[in-house]
């Protein structure tokens, strides 16, 4: 081996000088290359990198400046060469004459070519920018002894090569994740000023399907509009289809996909939407968008089995534009409902003055005050606050796909919904229409009330307030669905007097006592005496109800008439108390 002109702890600290200096892996390679030719026994050299799934090694840097002739191979069956051997061991692999040896049929073909004897295959330790492995390959054209193998410095060599590759690639991907998120930043600011300026969430929504590559959907629920995207079947669904879909069959699907499907979860799951005539079954994954803690809309993005997860930072850009572009409609939303709210809340109170007030404000709702028109009541007792606002805002699309004059608002905890009816026969198909909306939206079937035809402004607070015993009494039998006064006899007449000293003080007489015997003592004597009512004053039917034995049954019966004097064989006495006890569950109950 010559005598190299530096020692080797200097040449190897100017190699690394070098390398580092280098601005990208080829430049590395092709330094490493020729510093291993200059500095050792060796005369050529060259970098392989590993193509495992083709079964092939190819050059990717090569040293051999006195080469004249055809070009050389730079694709290498791995079966014949000794790259491999070199990466399962992780040592090097020496060939001490390759135009003898029959181990590497591939090597002893070319060796002879190429007039090369020696070889050395070490592994570099470290990939290319695609993640293949590489290893290192050094030739001289003598039988060289392990003397002047020298693989020591041609180790020290190739880490330095591998560290300062590894350098420039961290390098490379931090300043793509700088650039990444650089241009991430700008296209946010672009697209929130775009969402500041435009008041169109289609336009929005186009520039929102920019960030991903599967199909989205937009679903903004204050504003009652859902803007589709590409079709996420395609093969079966073409995009004209997904649209007509998305505007009809499967539009109940997709609201409640807006609204439940998925809480957020960062993973795709399956979704069943009815597209009319045909069942489409696709992966979707919903992102809430919310306004104050109010859902007021959901991005939707559709997939194929097995696709990963949406980039966590493109589902935040989406979100946070979205959100800004749904703030208007959910503001418009809060207004039309308070003032609706503030509106009809006065008009069933009674009282006013100053009708004219009055007619105009609801003149700008766009309602005729002197129209003729219905009032229907919706029970939202068991609601919350959230619900009922959502189902008020599906009542009002309702009522905008269809001809009749409609206006909808909360008031004592119900859903007011006024109806035009100038011709005063019959049901309003509308109604019909709102119930089934309200039923799919609970998911069971309301208590609803459907009051009688108000002529005047004065008329609607009477109206209103038989609808809310209505609705009472609906709660107290256990009856749902549309209902009126002729649904309940007499009841609606009697309870309109529920406020009076009489209608109290009879319910005092009749089941006051009981009443408070229950409170302070915790008993179910008023329970039992209205189920055994119920049952006709049979023992078994009752017993079973309540699911006690005969004997409880009897002992509390017994009980009941020790404590209270009550003698259930008297007709009078069974009306009596029955009607006492109905009363006493509407508003009627003494303190």
Known sequence: MPVMELPAARTLRRMAETLNACPDPAGILSQLVEAICRNTGWTTAGVMCIEENDGVALVI????????GPPLNDRWTLATSPTRMALIHN????????????????????????????????????????????????????????ADYDLSFIEALAGLAAIALEKLYRLEEEQAVTFRAQAARIRREEMLRNALAEDSLSLIAGEVATLFDCPVLIVDLDGSEIVPGRSPDPETLSDADWARAVAGPARRDILRLARHGGCGAPRFSEAVLDCGGRRLVVPAQRVAIEVDGHLTGALILFGAPGTPAPDAEEVETARMVLGVQMLRSHVRFRNATETSGELYAEIVAGGCRDLRALGGRMRRLGMNPDAPARLIAIDLTDENAEMATDLLN?????????????????????????????????????????????????????????????????DYAAVWAECRRIAALARQFGREGLLSARDFGPYPML????????????????????????????????????SFLDQGCRHQACADALGLHVTTLRYRL?????????????????????????LSGVGAAPA
């Open 61 to 68: 840097a090569r040293y051999n400046p006195n080469r004249i």
């Open 91 to 146: 040592a090097p692999v020496l060939i001490p004459d390759a135009q003898t040896d029959d181990d590497f049929p591939g090597y002893r073909d070319e060796a002879r070519e190429r007039d090369y004897r020696s070889v050395a295959v070490l592994p570099l330790g470290c990939c290319d920018g695609h993640g293949r492995q590489m290893v290192l390959s050094v030739q001289s054209p003598r039988v060289m002894t392990p």
């Open 394 to 458: 599906v009542l009002r699309r309702a009522m905008g796909r269809q001809p009749e004059p409609a206006c909808a608002a909360l008031v004592d905890g119900m859903i007011l919904c006024h109806i035009e009816d100038p011709a005063g026969a019959g049901e309003p198909p509308l109604i019909r229409r709102l119930i089934d909306e309200t039923q799919w939206f609970l998911g069971r079937r309301p208590v609803a009330v459907s009051g009688r035809i108000c002529t005047a402004l004065t």
């Open 495 to 530: 309870l309109a007097a529920a406020g009076t000293g009489e209608v109290r003080e009879f319910v005092e007489i009749s089941v006051g006592a009981i009443l408070r015997h229950d409170r302070s003592h915790g008993t179910q004597y008023l329970a039992t005496l209205a």
């Open 558 to 582: 017994a009980r009941l008439s020790d404590l209270f004097g009550i003698d259930l064989s008297v007709p009078e006495a069974r009306f009596s108390l029955g009607l006492a006890i109905r």
